[in-house]
């Protein structure tokens, strides 16, 4: 069977997810398609697809790079999308049936009835993609995420805290016509993570601290642009080498930290070096390393809690980690976790994507040129860091314990099974 994928061009969660997904699914012929952050993921664990086509402005609606997309999708057999509504949208039109996985469903915020979404939906011009795209022009980027859903014919959704509210809700706006839902747990390279837990402990880690900063890159977030928190967290590295004699030398991972910009920082005689790390490496580090430091995104804190290590949150990203943050308020995780109202406890930050990422960015910024600020920001994180360091192994088994309990499901390689069954090792690729 060719399959065709993609993933939500928005920092590396999405695109580690659909190489997650890839994975399982050897013995079909698995074709990448996207642009950005996404298939720059793509291309550095390219072992995970068969071919990778990356098209500048595939989320365009004309042109060599829409239609080129289109060619791809019309040739293939299976569309599988992370968190892409436009590659639903595509598939949906050249008549593919397609697999929508979403680890944040609960997270969108839909402003419109969800009759009126399914509504757009069911009258959607499937003559091409330029005609459903203007139909659904009216919709915001997460309401076109929840149409995708109503328009997939199975939809995979990671679970969290209010996934199953709005399950029912999308199960009650297709009045039955909606896709099968399937809710799973961790979207995770599961077969990485089993060769991992299988081997020895390492005696002696190669870091001390390890602290993931995530892809970074998104809608507004870039690595030279709507930066300050990038800037304010290499202000603050050097900063933490001085104040954590324990920590000598450190691993800040992520996707701002690649090829040209790959260094190493010294202060106080202990060493930072800042990497863009492939994600087996990467889960290599986080089984070893004994103390981690995430930016809270749900696929690196399923990898976290799948290795049996509870990391601490650090600052918010995007408006997303605030949300996140917030739901799991309930568990140890959410209730240790680093926050920018811990230096800034009036200051509201919007509640919407966009706006409450801009207010993130300038609160990082404000903290960043103010020294009055910054110490406060250098204070409270050193308190953060110095409760985490405190629990012992018992309450650290504890918070992943509860954590597993919060975001449990089915397999995902169970789930992927049943909808797109193993080959049979006989059978060509392209007839399954």
Not at 30 to 39: H, K, L, Q, T, W
Not at 129 to 150: K, N, Q, Y
Not at 181 to 187: K, L, M, N, P, Y
């Amino acid at each position: 069977m060719r399959i065709v994928m993609g993933a939500q061009n928005c920092g590396f969660g999405p695109a580690a997810e659909l190489v997650a997904v890839s994975r399982l699914l050897r013995g079909h012929e698995r074709i990448f398609v996207g642009d950005g952050v996404a298939a720059a993921f793509a291309r550095r664990h390219a072992d995970a697809f068969d071919e990778i086509h990356e098209i500048t402005g595939a989320s365009g609606t004309a042109g060599t790079a829409s239609a080129a997309i289109d060619g791809l999708v019309k040739e293939s057999d299976q569309v599988v999308s992370v968190m892409d509504a436009d590659l639903v949208v595509r598939s949906v039109v050249t008549d593919r049936p397609v697999v929508m996985v979403d680890s944040l469903l609960s997270f969108w915020q839909v402003g419109r009835p969800l009759a009126h979404i399914r509504d757009l939906c069911a009258s959607m011009p499937r003559r091409s993609f330029a005609a459903a795209d203007r139909h659904l022009g009216t919709l915001s980027p997460h309401e076109r995420v929840i149409a995708a859903h109503l328009l997939a014919t199975h939809s995979v959704v990671q679970n969290f805290p209010g996934v199953t509210h709005r399950t029912a809700e999308l199960a009650d706006a297709g009045g039955g016509a909606g896709p099968v839902t399937h809710v799973t747990g961790s979207v995770i390279d599961v077969e990485g993570l089993r060769v991992l837990r299988d081997l020895p402990r390492v005696a002696e880690p190669e870091y001390d601290l390890l602290i993931n900063v995530g892809g970074f890159k998104n809608f507004l977030l870039d690595f030279d642009v709507n930066n300050d928190y990038l800037r304010l967290l290499h202000r603050w590295v050097a900063d933490l080498l001085r104040d954590w004699r324990r920590f000598t030398h450190v691993l800040v991972c992520g996707g701002p930290f690649g090829a040209h910009r790959e260094q190493t920082v010294t202060a106080a005689g202990r060493k930072a070096d800042y990497r863009f790390v492939r994600q087996r490496a990467l889960l290599r580090h986080v089984a070893s390393t004994p103390h981690y430091l995430l930016a809270p995104g749900l696929t690196a804190l399923h990898e976290s809690i799948a290795l049996a290590q509870l990391p601490l949150a650090i600052h918010e990203q995007h408006y997303a980690h605030v949300f996140t943050v917030r739901q799991l308020d309930g568990t140890l995780f959410g209730r240790m976790a680093s926050r920018f109202a811990d230096v800034l406890p009036h200051h509201r930050i919007s509640e919407d994507d966009f706006a409450g990422t801009a207010d993130l960015v300038r609160i990082a910024g404000r903290i960043r040129e103010d020294d009055e600020l910054y110490a406060r920001f250098r204070r409270t994180f050193n308190e953060r860091i110095e409760h985490y360091l405190s629990l012992t192994p018992a309450q650290r088994e504890q918070g992943v314990k509860e954590l597993r309990g919060v975001l449990d499901g089915d397999p995902i390689s169970a789930v992927m099974a049943r909808i797109i069954p193993t080959p049979h090792p006989h059978t060509p690729t392209g007839t399954a």
